[in-house]
């Protein structure tokens, strides 16, 4: 890799940054994939940020991507912020572990602060979001709205810091993801890509336990 750059997503970008999502994320959290088909949708849903948009190119290759949607956090009293919430964020695969996933992060928190965010939540696992800065929700205070739990799963990034100021927080997501749940739609998505063997694969039980799974204390 002789250069790489962090740029906003262009329309000509669209379908790279598809491939690569799928390639992602291919057998990693189940059998196959719908990231590909949430980042088509995402783009025309109104929670969509492109502003914050990103994408890693090496070489004139996409090799990373960043996409996101509006949250939300809601005190008890039913005061509600608007926060970030990223995803997907992919990098290929033969181009991880050389922290472009991080410069992704950083790179879009500095616009997102300029845009005016001050949180980021997202679910994912632990180990991929703690060296930049993420804690677990339990340390913030904030909970999932739905069943008041606190996620192993659910990770928090002031991206100003002291903006959460230890009151109850309850999580509310955008409803942007709810598109894969038409597996109809997934699977004719899908066709337009070259087959997979969907299979098993271990980090779809890790992803389950982190997912399926709350701090108490």
């Known amino acids: 890799m ?3 750059i962090i740029r906003r997503e262009t329309e000509k970008d669209y379908r790279a940054v598809e491939e690569l999502t799928r390639e992602a994320f291919w ?3 189940k059998p196959g994939a719908d990231e590909h088909y949430f980042v088509h949708q995402m783009r025309s849903h109104p929670d969509f940020l492109p502003e914050l948009a990103f994408v890693a190119e090496a070489d004139g290759r996409i090799v990373g991507s960043i996409m996101y949607t509006k949250a939300w956090l809601e005190d008890e009293e039913g005061k509600r912020k608007e926060i970030l919430s990223f995803g997907p964020l992919c990098v290929a695969v033969e181009f ?4 472009i996933g991080k410069r992704l992060i950083e790179r879009s928190f500095e616009e997102g602060r300029r845009l005016g965010f001050d949180v980021n939540i997202n679910l994912g696992n632990p180990g991929n979001y ?5 804690v677990s929700c339990k340390k913030k205070n904030v909970c999932f709205a739905v069943d008041g739990n606190y996620p192993t799963a659910l990770l928090v990034r002031e991206l100003m810091p002291g903006a959460l100021d230890g009151r109850k927080w309850m999580y509310i997501p955008s409803m942007a993801a709810d598109c894969c749940d038409d597996t109809e739609a997934v699977e004719a998505f899908d066709a337009s890509f070259p087959p997979r063997e969907k299979k098993w694969m271990p980090s779809q039980e890790e992803f389950y336990i982190y997912s399926h799974s709350s701090v108490v204390r």
């Open 96 to 99: 991880q572990r050389q922290k």
């Open 27 to 29: 057998n990693v959290y």
């Open 130 to 134: 703690v060296s930049s800065g993420f």
């Open 2 to 4: 002789n250069s790489m």
